[in-house]
């Protein structure tokens, strides 16, 4: 049937002759069950199958658990409240040991994740967020925006983060742990996000953008649908990188005692070690200094490893392969099976 | 001039324009910043007008402070192009001179130690991607994730300990010994910078390489893969030629653009470096100066490491016109 | 399984004078289980032009990389693969030590890829490449790099430009000529060709093909040209082999094939590529895919979409047998197939053989 | 033939400035001009193949017809009314860009990168029903997606419909990007190249399934391809028109059958001749003078073929023939007008 308007869908839209008129029904709790198996399901599958992600998710998960149900249950760490100077595993009730001032070692380190999490998470949302926002607008749209969003990624990007974390914390002298992430990845996304754009660029003439545009589906869509998800692994490690930048930096911070040494940190227990208890010119004082630093080398290394084996999750082969869901034999038959191949 | 290296320039130049206009911001209209704290400092000591107090501020920032803001960056710029920064209020020096005396050995630690890491970074990175799937590959692999997790001032700190204070066979502090040798291009002193300097360029470099060679070994892997690397096996070159010319010379490509941003944040890092070693560099004296409100001081390091960087990435990013032919023949954003 | 070596009774498959002799070559990946190159045994005939035809999928990769024992790892060839020098070396490929074999690669047996631009080394000049390899094979780069010059001037392309720019800065098509030069540098006697033209426009690739000819001729080279386009090759090739399912269902001259193919797959392949000639509405496309190396259909490959199938195909495979003089074809009703799957473009043949007579 | 065409092109002309030097002061900058001066129309249901060498501007000229390109010179009238006056505002018809964009869609050369990675099909093909018809249910939507994808040959739909692109065979998925255009209700569909990335015997097939679905969904085709044979076929059944480009210029066009057997331009000639067909009698050495194509930045004077056509005479290079019209073709090129002095000019030799 010729259409008669111009152009405009109007009532006379196609119907099909042929074909089967199933009617099907979308119930709320398939929806719900979609979800589950899309977002919760099937990337556990994958994360789980990979041992890095096994590794680094368990760290992860431990220190998650210290920093919220222990923080909560063990006693805070004050002065004499236990025998001084005692070594690590000596004494049931303080397992890794007490410091000088008769702290017990144990409540330093575990009272001292929640801030370092709450600083990771801040920071690395607001670095990796505000990469993500400048890298796809300036990939995405080009022109004016483009070069004016890359002239001031890369002044941001020249300025060497230590020294201006300093002078910004010095005058603003923050308290609150999510205010001090944000400040000490004040300048990281600048890096993330010219790799950001550079990807976008590519993305945005893939024939698939280009389809969506010419439908007419509008800008703010396409980003979500079509670009954002192609660039989640890229983003996603980058995430956790940020995280590892954040625990270096607060920790070097509370080491030079630039952050107030009023709330604990393992950098201010690694700054009593070497300046007050003297731990650097005798064996025995060894412990204050391993332990804070098995404590930031671990966590870190849980989110390096997370990262590792994330990107996979984002891979939809991987995703189908793993959820068991068959794969359709190639029509024309692919050259090489699966074993090997050139 | 090939529009690239034309456009590069221009860019440099317009970094360097806006960090020291922001510098300038930081200074100046920072509420509760550097200028203000100074002027309530000089206001604790006493004994002082509104005048000698604007003539003391004037002296150290060489800014007049009640002048119109647009009057004082103007005289900032212009003093900032002849190299005057005001001067020390610790050291009563200008800042131009605490920084020429200190900047050489922090670029020296900071550059050698980003040399080092790039090179072991490629030579063991390509090395593993040859060995894929061995157990060499997966013991190299593991131990580099484990080496960056740690951060590098903690490595300084467990090197001053256990190598120098316990082990004695290095020393822990100072750029050199000053009883043997007095600063100059004499050996004692060459030989004593460098012993010093071993501890400090070792623990960044043991923390830098491992990030850096696992990248090399993945950018190698995807490279061996390609078709190019199979024509010229079947062109008979020989495995040597082909490791170095075909697979390190295409997998350094990504990793320099990595390597340029490296650099920006290894210069900033070397203030708690040179706390922890004592170390004479221009991070010890942002450290200071930071602890005793030394405000110009401070200030001028900022904007002389900031230029630091941009001027060593600009000359790196010169260079990658050099060894990615594809770039000088077009302008492709990637390169920074 | 085949019976083995099949020798001198198949004259399609054998040569009095041949260049490379290939018996029961075979590839595997998962060592045994399955094929992706399953018993080949054919004659490549000095200075012929072969064209090598099939789906992708059908293993005409495999065949072209065992010639210079090229398979890549975990791959394992089998079988003999001999090389027969003009000056009467007779050559095991397979048994040849690693240097050895790197000196005959290139030198008497050189391949050029389907990617120009992923076969050159993006930070080299192409002028580079060349000097590499004369290097590598102890040739002298100056006489060698006059030969260049030449071999790019058949190839219609200046070669002081060419040698000094870098493979990004050239077309396509510059690119695929260049490597062509590249690879016929070393003079070598026998160029493999794996779908060198599969990735240019139609006039590109048809020119190419022109020059491929006179190269042949001046430079008395035999050629192995591998292909998914019958029409594109039957116009340059001497000989055609069909291969289906990793095996060779049919060999004989280019001409013999195109007007009276055996195998029912070939016929069905003719009938199935849009061409000029065949009325519009007898083109019928191949019902069903190419099947994979793990679950292949017993007996014939072909079986399960040949029209002639009956119970001998579904359960032997089917040896060679002679249709024509120098024409073969594995196929039990290969008779049946001529009149049973009519050629969409027999009127064509037809007026075309009254006029001229002879066809080629 | 029908009242008004869809899509009407006149003199269209499509340059690429490409900035030298420092934000482009310094050396001027270098335009390519891709498309130079093309007028076609393209009519309700009606098939429109454009052939010729990659660089030749057809792809330029195809994303123009359907509003992708903007054209820097002469006018693109969607029934009747400039597209870009709509675009900006500036047009006194009742047309919104909206309607006009929804109904000018596009299938990619290759199959492979035209579907979304990380969307199911049922997403995927979701997409053109929002934007058509927005107050559809979720399961009316997948009722006609369903229905579709069985009407292209793909069932069980209910399975198809859960599988990502990577679980499709090339075939599958360039019929999903099919289906993605038709459910838009499309009036033109710009097949740009969109079978020569298929296995041979699938290229049969797919054009039949366009043509089918032609009559459907009431929608004209923009056929891009570089194989003569391919493009015949579509647009015999089609019965359409071919246009040969070369160098941003439409230098002949014709109804298909005529132009194959009758080619009234050499490029015609020459492109013929590099079509492979089975007769094998044609061999004959090159028929062009040069093999590669002239610098797009600066064309060739003159007719920009008479750098490589077997035909050239010196007139070529001084004059450029304007289009010759004989009985429905139409070609660029003196050989047409048996008056020009073309005839008596000598031969050219370079």
Redesign the interface.
């Given at each position: 049937m010729k259409r008669t308007d111009s152009g405009s869908v109007s009532g006379t839209d196609f119907s099909f002759e042929k074909g089967s008129q199933s009617n099907v029904e979308v119930t709320w709790n398939d929806r719900l069950r979609d979800f589950w198996e899309e977002f919760i399901y099937k990337p556990g599958l994958v994360a789980w199958d990979d041992w890095r992600t096994r590794i680094g998710a368990t760290i992860t998960l431990f220190f998650l658990f210290m920093g919220t149900v222990g923080a909560y249950f063990y006693r805070q760490p004050s002065t004499n409240q236990v025998e001084r100077s005692v070594g690590p595993f000596q004494n049931p009730d303080y397992i890794l040991g007490t410091t000088p001032l008769g702290e017990d070692v144990l409540a330093k380190i575990i009272h001292a994740t929640p801030d370092i999490l709450i600083m990771i998470t801040a920071g690395a949302v607001w670095a990796t967020g505000l990469a993500l926002l400048i890298g796809v607008l300036a990939g995405y749209k080009g022109g004016l925006t483009d070069r004016a969003l890359t002239s001031m990624s890369d002044v941001a990007m020249s300025i060497p983060g230590l020294p201006l974390i300093m002078v910004l914390l010095v005058t603003v002298q923050p308290t609150n742990p999510a205010i001090i992430g944000g400040i000490i990845t004040i300048n990281y996304w600048a890096g993330l996000g010219r790799g950001l754009r550079s990807q976008v660029l590519t993305l945005r003439d893939e024939p698939y953008v280009e389809a969506s545009r010419t439908m007419g589906v509008g800008t703010l869509r396409i980003m979500f649908k079509d670009i954002i998800p192609n660039l989640m692994p890229f983003v996603l490690v980058n995430f956790v990188n940020a995280g590892r930048y954040v625990i270096f930096q607060a920790v070097a911070l509370y080491y030079l005692g630039i952050l107030p040494s009023t709330t604990s940190n393992w950098g201010i227990l690694l700054n009593q070690a070497v300046n007050q208890y003297g731990a650097l010119f005798s064996l025995d004082g060894a412990y204050l200094v391993f332990i804070p630093t098995i404590a930031i080398l671990l966590l870190t290394l849980g989110l390096i490893l997370l990262a590792q084996g994330t990107d996979r999750i984002f891979n939809p082969r991987v995703r189908t392969r793993l959820a068991g869901e068959s794969e359709s034999t190639d029509e024309e038959g692919n050259e090489q099976p699966a074993a090997g191949g050139f | 001039m090939n529009s690239y290296y034309l456009k590069r320039t221009a860019r440099a130049v317009l970094t360097v324009w806006m960090v020291a206009t922001i510098t300038f911001g930081l200074i100046r209209l920072l509420p509760g910043g550097p200028m203000q704290q100074l002027r309530a400092d000089l206001l604790r000591q006493g004994g002082m007008t509104a005048a000698e107090v604007n003539a003391r501020m004037e002296q150290y920032t060489s800014l007049v402070p009640d002048q119109p803001i647009h009057i004082q960056y103007f005289n900032y710029v212009a003093g900032l192009a002849q190299g005057d920064l005001g001067q020390s209020i610790t050291e009563q020096e200008p800042v131009v001179d605490i920084i020429a005396e200190t900047l050489p050995w922090t670029l020296f630690v900071m550059e050698t130690a980003q040399v080092m890491i790039f090179v072991f970074g490629i030579v063991l990175g390509a090395f593993l991607a040859y060995k894929e799937g061995t157990k060499l590959d997966s013991v190299g692999s593991a131990i580099s994730i484990v080496l960056s997790s740690i951060p590098y001032y903690v490595v300084a700190i467990l090197a001053v300990y256990l190598l120098a204070n316990i082990g004695g066979w290095f020393p822990a502090r100072y750029g050199y010994d000053s009883t043997v040798a007095s600063p100059g291009l004499n050996l004692p002193f060459i030989t004593s910078a460098l012993y010093h300097a071993i501890l400090p360029i070792g623990s960044v470099v043991i923390t830098g390489v491992g990030l850096q060679l696992l990248a090399m070994r993945g950018n190698s892997i995807q490279v061996l893969g390609e078709d190019f690397v199979r024509v010229a096996r079947l062109r008979g070159l020989s495995d040597r030629r082909i490791a170095t010319r075909y697979v390190a010379r295409n997998a350094i490509l990504p990793m320099y653009t990595g390597f340029l941003t490296l650099i920006a944040f290894s210069i900033g890092g070397s203030i708690i470096l040179e706390q922890i070693f004592s170390y004479p560099g221009v991070g010890q004296e942002m450290l200071q100066a930071l602890e005793n409100r030394d405000y110009p001081l401070m200030m001028g390091i900022f904007l002389v490491i900031t230029i630091a960087v941009v001027i060593s990435v600009y000359i790196a990013d010169l260079t990658y016109g050099l060894i990615d032919p594809r770039v000088s023949s077009g302008d492709s954003s990637e390169a920074y | 399984m085949a019976a083995d070596g099949t020798q001198q009774q198949q004259s399609a498959l054998s040569a009095e004078d041949p260049v490379i002799q290939m018996r029961n070559a075979k590839v595997t990946f998962d060592d045994g289980e399955s094929y992706v190159m399953n018993d080949i045994s054919i004659d490549v005939r000095r200075n012929e032009i072969i064209g090598v035809v099939g789906e992708s999928g059908s293993g005409k990769s495999m065949f072209a990389e065992s010639m210079l024992d090229a398979i890549p790892d975990p791959g394992v060839l089998t079988g003999k693969v001999e090389y027969l020098a003009e000056d009467g070396r007779e050559i095991d490929v397979l048994g040849l030590s690693k240097e050895d074999l790197r000196q005959m690669r290139w030198e008497e047996i050189s391949m050029v890829f389907q990617g120009a631009m992923s076969s050159f080394n993006p930070t080299m000049s192409v002028k580079g490449h060349f000097v590499e390899t004369l290097k590598a094979h102890d040739y002298e780069v100056e006489p060698g790099l006059d030969r260049a010059h030449e071999l790019l001037e058949d190839l219609y392309l200046e070669p002081d430009r060419i040698l000094n720019s870098y493979p990004h800065e050239l077309s396509g098509g510059m690119q695929q000529r260049a490597l062509i030069a590249l690879s016929l540098v070393l003079e070598p006697e026998v160029l493999v060709m794996d779908e060198p033209t599969a990735a240019l426009d139609l006039l590109m690739q048809r020119s190419i093909l022109m020059l491929l000819e006179e190269l042949q001729d001046k430079y008395d080279l035999t050629m192995v040209f591998i292909t998914h386009d019958l029409p594109l090759v039957a116009s340059l090739a001497d000989r055609l082999a069909i291969m289906y399912a990793f095996r060779l269902v049919e060999v004989g001259p280019a001409d013999e094939i195109i007007a009276n193919a055996a195998h029912p797959y070939t016929r069905a392949l003719l009938n199935a590529t849009p061409n000029l000639d065949a009325p519009l509405d007898e083109m019928r496309p191949i019902e069903g895919s190419g099947p994979a190396p793990i679950n292949l259909p017993s007996g014939c490959a072909y079986h399960p979409r040949c029209p002639l199938a009956d119970e001998q195909c579904r359960s032997a495979v089917p040896e060679f047998q002679q249709t024509d003089a120098d024409h073969a074809a594995a196929c039990y009703n290969w008779e049946e197939a001529t009149d049973q799957i009519p050629l969409n473009y027999e009127d064509m043949l037809d007026d075309t053989a009254t006029s001229e007579g002879d066809v080629a | 033939m029908s009242s008004q065409p869809v899509l009407s092109l006149d003199g269209v002309e499509v340059h690429f400035e490409n900035q030298?030097?420092?934000?482009g002061i310094?050396?001027e900058p270098e335009t390519v001009r891709a498309v130079d001066g093309v007028t076609i129309d393209i009519e309700?249901r009606d098939v429109v193949s454009l052939i010729g060498?990659?660089?030749c501007g057809k792809t330029t000229l195809g994303k123009t017809c359907?509003g992708?390109q903007r054209p820097t010179g002469g006018t693109v009238e969607?029934?009747g009314h400039d597209m870009w006056d709509v675009r900006d505002g500036k047009s006194d018809?009742d047309?919104?860009w909206?309607?006009?964009?929804?109904?000018?869609?596009?299938i990619?050369?290759?199959p492979g990168?035209?579907?979304?990675?990380?969307?199911r099909l049922v997403s995927i093909l979701s997409?053109?029903l929002r934007?058509?018809?927005p107050d559809l249910?979720?399961?009316e939507k997948?009722?006609?997606i369903?229905?579709?994808l069985?009407?292209v040959g793909m069932n069980p739909a209910a399975d198809f419909a859960?599988?990502?692109p990577?679980?499709?065979?090339?075939?599958?998925q360039q019929r999903v990007?099919l289906c993605?255009?038709l459910l838009?209700?499309p009036?033109v569909i710009l097949a740009d190249e969109a079978i020569s990335a298929l296995?041979?015997?699938?290229?049969?097939?797919m054009?039949d399934l366009m043509l089918d679905l032609q009559d459907?969904?009431?929608t004209s085709y923009v056929f891009i391809s570089?194989?003569?044979?391919?493009a015949?076929?579509f647009t015999?059944?089609g019965n359409g028109k071919i246009g040969v480009m070369y160098l941003g210029q439409l230098v002949e066009s014709g109804p298909a059958e005529q132009l194959?057997n009758e080619p009234k331009h050499p490029y015609t000639e020459?492109?013929?001749?590099?079509?492979?067909?089975?007769?094998?009698?044609q061999?004959g050495?090159?028929p062009?003078r040069?093999?590669?194509?002239p610098d797009p930045i600066d064309p060739p004077s003159g007719c920009r073929f008479h750098t490589r056509c077997p035909e050239a005479r010196e007139v070529c290079k001084r004059e450029t023939p304007e289009t010759y019209q004989i009985n429905g073709q139409r070609a660029a090129c003196f050989r047409r007008d048996e008056s020009h002095d073309y005839w008596d000019s000598p031969e050219l030799v370079d």
């Amino acid at each position: 049937m010729k259409r008669t308007d111009s152009g405009s869908v109007s009532g006379t839209d196609f119907s099909f002759e042929k074909g089967s008129q199933s009617n099907v029904e979308v119930t709320w709790n398939d929806r719900l069950r979609d979800f589950w198996e899309e977002f919760i399901y099937k990337p556990g599958l994958v994360a789980w199958d990979d041992w890095r992600t096994r590794i680094g998710a368990t760290i992860t998960l431990f220190f998650l658990f210290m920093g919220t149900v222990g923080a909560y249950f063990y006693r805070q760490p004050s002065t004499n409240q236990v025998e001084r100077s005692v070594g690590p595993f000596q004494n049931p009730d303080y397992i890794l040991g007490t410091t000088p001032l008769g702290e017990d070692v144990l409540a330093k380190i575990i009272h001292a994740t929640p801030d370092i999490l709450i600083m990771i998470t801040a920071g690395a949302v607001w670095a990796t967020g505000l990469a993500l926002l400048i890298g796809v607008l300036a990939g995405y749209k080009g022109g004016l925006t483009d070069r004016a969003l890359t002239s001031m990624s890369d002044v941001a990007m020249s300025i060497p983060g230590l020294p201006l974390i300093m002078v910004l914390l010095v005058t603003v002298q923050p308290t609150n742990p999510a205010i001090i992430g944000g400040i000490i990845t004040i300048n990281y996304w600048a890096g993330l996000g010219r790799g950001l754009r550079s990807q976008v660029l590519t993305l945005r003439d893939e024939p698939y953008v280009e389809a969506s545009r010419t439908m007419g589906v509008g800008t703010l869509r396409i980003m979500f649908k079509d670009i954002i998800p192609n660039l989640m692994p890229f983003v996603l490690v980058n995430f956790v990188n940020a995280g590892r930048y954040v625990i270096f930096q607060a920790v070097a911070l509370y080491y030079l005692g630039i952050l107030p040494s009023t709330t604990s940190n393992w950098g201010i227990l690694l700054n009593q070690a070497v300046n007050q208890y003297g731990a650097l010119f005798s064996l025995d004082g060894a412990y204050l200094v391993f332990i804070p630093t098995i404590a930031i080398l671990l966590l870190t290394l849980g989110l390096i490893l997370l990262a590792q084996g994330t990107d996979r999750i984002f891979n939809p082969r991987v995703r189908t392969r793993l959820a068991g869901e068959s794969e359709s034999t190639d029509e024309e038959g692919n050259e090489q099976p699966a074993a090997g191949g050139f | 001039m090939n529009s690239y290296y034309l456009k590069r320039t221009a860019r440099a130049v317009l970094t360097v324009w806006m960090v020291a206009t922001i510098t300038f911001g930081l200074i100046r209209l920072l509420p509760g910043g550097p200028m203000q704290q100074l002027r309530a400092d000089l206001l604790r000591q006493g004994g002082m007008t509104a005048a000698e107090v604007n003539a003391r501020m004037e002296q150290y920032t060489s800014l007049v402070p009640d002048q119109p803001i647009h009057i004082q960056y103007f005289n900032y710029v212009a003093g900032l192009a002849q190299g005057d920064l005001g001067q020390s209020i610790t050291e009563q020096e200008p800042v131009v001179d605490i920084i020429a005396e200190t900047l050489p050995w922090t670029l020296f630690v900071m550059e050698t130690a980003q040399v080092m890491i790039f090179v072991f970074g490629i030579v063991l990175g390509a090395f593993l991607a040859y060995k894929e799937g061995t157990k060499l590959d997966s013991v190299g692999s593991a131990i580099s994730i484990v080496l960056s997790s740690i951060p590098y001032y903690v490595v300084a700190i467990l090197a001053v300990y256990l190598l120098a204070n316990i082990g004695g066979w290095f020393p822990a502090r100072y750029g050199y010994d000053s009883t043997v040798a007095s600063p100059g291009l004499n050996l004692p002193f060459i030989t004593s910078a460098l012993y010093h300097a071993i501890l400090p360029i070792g623990s960044v470099v043991i923390t830098g390489v491992g990030l850096q060679l696992l990248a090399m070994r993945g950018n190698s892997i995807q490279v061996l893969g390609e078709d190019f690397v199979r024509v010229a096996r079947l062109r008979g070159l020989s495995d040597r030629r082909i490791a170095t010319r075909y697979v390190a010379r295409n997998a350094i490509l990504p990793m320099y653009t990595g390597f340029l941003t490296l650099i920006a944040f290894s210069i900033g890092g070397s203030i708690i470096l040179e706390q922890i070693f004592s170390y004479p560099g221009v991070g010890q004296e942002m450290l200071q100066a930071l602890e005793n409100r030394d405000y110009p001081l401070m200030m001028g390091i900022f904007l002389v490491i900031t230029i630091a960087v941009v001027i060593s990435v600009y000359i790196a990013d010169l260079t990658y016109g050099l060894i990615d032919p594809r770039v000088s023949s077009g302008d492709s954003s990637e390169a920074y | 399984m085949a019976a083995d070596g099949t020798q001198q009774q198949q004259s399609a498959l054998s040569a009095e004078d041949p260049v490379i002799q290939m018996r029961n070559a075979k590839v595997t990946f998962d060592d045994g289980e399955s094929y992706v190159m399953n018993d080949i045994s054919i004659d490549v005939r000095r200075n012929e032009i072969i064209g090598v035809v099939g789906e992708s999928g059908s293993g005409k990769s495999m065949f072209a990389e065992s010639m210079l024992d090229a398979i890549p790892d975990p791959g394992v060839l089998t079988g003999k693969v001999e090389y027969l020098a003009e000056d009467g070396r007779e050559i095991d490929v397979l048994g040849l030590s690693k240097e050895d074999l790197r000196q005959m690669r290139w030198e008497e047996i050189s391949m050029v890829f389907q990617g120009a631009m992923s076969s050159f080394n993006p930070t080299m000049s192409v002028k580079g490449h060349f000097v590499e390899t004369l290097k590598a094979h102890d040739y002298e780069v100056e006489p060698g790099l006059d030969r260049a010059h030449e071999l790019l001037e058949d190839l219609y392309l200046e070669p002081d430009r060419i040698l000094n720019s870098y493979p990004h800065e050239l077309s396509g098509g510059m690119q695929q000529r260049a490597l062509i030069a590249l690879s016929l540098v070393l003079e070598p006697e026998v160029l493999v060709m794996d779908e060198p033209t599969a990735a240019l426009d139609l006039l590109m690739q048809r020119s190419i093909l022109m020059l491929l000819e006179e190269l042949q001729d001046k430079y008395d080279l035999t050629m192995v040209f591998i292909t998914h386009d019958l029409p594109l090759v039957a116009s340059l090739a001497d000989r055609l082999a069909i291969m289906y399912a990793f095996r060779l269902v049919e060999v004989g001259p280019a001409d013999e094939i195109i007007a009276n193919a055996a195998h029912p797959y070939t016929r069905a392949l003719l009938n199935a590529t849009p061409n000029l000639d065949a009325p519009l509405d007898e083109m019928r496309p191949i019902e069903g895919s190419g099947p994979a190396p793990i679950n292949l259909p017993s007996g014939c490959a072909y079986h399960p979409r040949c029209p002639l199938a009956d119970e001998q195909c579904r359960s032997a495979v089917p040896e060679f047998q002679q249709t024509d003089a120098d024409h073969a074809a594995a196929c039990y009703n290969w008779e049946e197939a001529t009149d049973q799957i009519p050629l969409n473009y027999e009127d064509m043949l037809d007026d075309t053989a009254t006029s001229e007579g002879d066809v080629a | 033939m029908s009242s008004q065409p869809v899509l009407s092109l006149d003199g269209v002309e499509v340059h690429f400035e490409n900035q030298r030097g420092l934000m482009g002061i310094g050396q001027e900058p270098e335009t390519v001009r891709a498309v130079d001066g093309v007028t076609i129309d393209i009519e309700e249901r009606d098939v429109v193949s454009l052939i010729g060498e990659s660089g030749c501007g057809k792809t330029t000229l195809g994303k123009t017809c359907i509003g992708l390109q903007r054209p820097t010179g002469g006018t693109v009238e969607y029934r009747g009314h400039d597209m870009w006056d709509v675009r900006d505002g500036k047009s006194d018809s009742d047309l919104e860009w909206d309607d006009i964009r929804q109904s000018l869609q596009i299938i990619h050369q290759d199959p492979g990168a035209s579907l979304n990675p990380n969307r199911r099909l049922v997403s995927i093909l979701s997409e053109p029903l929002r934007q058509v018809s927005p107050d559809l249910s979720k399961g009316e939507k997948r009722e006609r997606i369903y229905s579709l994808l069985e009407h292209v040959g793909m069932n069980p739909a209910a399975d198809f419909a859960e599988r990502y692109p990577h679980q499709l065979s090339g075939g599958e998925q360039q019929r999903v990007a099919l289906c993605r255009a038709l459910l838009m209700n499309p009036d033109v569909i710009l097949a740009d190249e969109a079978i020569s990335a298929l296995d041979v015997s699938l290229r049969v097939e797919m054009m039949d399934l366009m043509l089918d679905l032609q009559d459907e969904f009431d929608t004209s085709y923009v056929f891009i391809s570089h194989d003569l044979s391919n493009a015949r076929y579509f647009t015999e059944h089609g019965n359409g028109k071919i246009g040969v480009m070369y160098l941003g210029q439409l230098v002949e066009s014709g109804p298909a059958e005529q132009l194959i057997n009758e080619p009234k331009h050499p490029y015609t000639e020459v492109l013929r001749w590099a079509t492979p067909d089975l007769s094998l009698e044609q061999t004959g050495d090159m028929p062009m003078r040069k093999i590669d194509i002239p610098d797009p930045i600066d064309p060739p004077s003159g007719c920009r073929f008479h750098t490589r056509c077997p035909e050239a005479r010196e007139v070529c290079k001084r004059e450029t023939p304007e289009t010759y019209q004989i009985n429905g073709q139409r070609a660029a090129c003196f050989r047409r007008d048996e008056s020009h002095d073309y005839w008596d000019s000598p031969e050219l030799v370079d």
